[in-house]
């Protein structure tokens, strides 16, 4: 088809626009996340005050997450600066934290990956997985008929499931408050096994000599991360640099057996 007669008018507004965007796109403001780390000379970290074994709130034994970030920022050059937020870890969705840039540029301490994660943040590769676990003595038992401990802390992970697979098997529930009383009835043998946060039932476990296996049935797992804001990509390509390189020294596999014994210290996939 012959094309019409040319236009300057139209031609001439049509390179303006094209000139405009391109110019648009060179005065963005640059990515200067990682060097406004270095010029402040800290990494700062949002997490909760407690959740174990990711934060222990215990000053010579921080909890997997806080080791982590600590040997980042030292491989960055710079030190940790950590700012407790009680809304974290009491569920799954970063919204309801109320976290600002100004507060920190790393959350950690129960960040998990999700659709919902990744529409607020930027996420990491996975350093841990998270989920309802069985813990035990022994073999783990079919839930049909037995009385099992349940330590729901504040996970964030989904009770309605838990409860509904509970009903269906007809098992005695009896709640625990702490992890101390989780760990004490199923050591007593007042319960024939316990049901937790798995990484908290990996923790209890070791201490222990006991065993922490999935719980059965479909019940969701998350893969643990760490977020960072949308857009600093420089901050968080070193921060996944420096996490390669304490895989690779086997230094990452040495702070996660601190917590949960030799056999749980190989990587998250």
Not at 108 to 118: F, I, K, Y
Not at 182 to 204: C, H
């Amino acid at each position: 088809m012959a094309r019409g007669p040319r236009n300057p008018v139209r031609d001439g507004i049509s390179s303006l626009l094209v000139l405009s965007l391109l110019g648009a796109v060179y005065l963005l403001d640059p990515d200067t996340s990682l060097q406004e780390v270095r010029k402040s000379g800290a990494l700062r970290l949002c997490l909760p005050a407690s959740y174990p074994p990711l934060v222990t709130g215990i000053a010579d034994k921080p909890g997997i997450d806080v080791e982590l970030l600590q040997a980042i920022a030292g491989d960055l050059g710079v030190k940790l600066a950590v700012t407790s937020n009680s809304a974290m870890g009491q569920d799954f969705n970063p919204r309801n934290w109320r976290i600002t840039r100004a507060q920190c540029q790393v959350l950690a301490g129960g960040v998990v990956e999700s659709d919902l994660t990744r529409s607020f943040l930027d996420t990491t590769a996975a350093h841990a997985e998270t989920g309802w676990a069985i813990v035990s003595k022994g073999q783990p038992p079919a839930l049909a008929g037995k009385r099992i401990a349940v330590l729901a802390g504040i996970s964030g992970l989904d009770r309605l499931g838990l409860s509904r697979d509970l009903r269906a098997a007809q098992a005695n529930a009896v709640v625990a408050a702490t992890p101390a009383v989780f760990a004490q009835r199923i050591a007593s043998g007042e319960v024939d096994a316990g049901i937790t946060e798995k990484l908290m039932g990996d923790r209890i476990a070791a201490e222990n000599g006991w065993r922490s296996d999935w719980a059965p049935g479909d019940l969701p797992r998350y893969r643990v991360v760490f977020g960072l804001w949308k857009g600093d990509l420089t901050l968080k390509r070193a921060v996944t640099r420096a996490y390669e390189r304490l895989e690779k020294s086997g230094e990452k596999d040495r702070i996660v057996a601190t917590y949960l014994g030799p056999a749980k210290a190989s990587p998250a996939r």
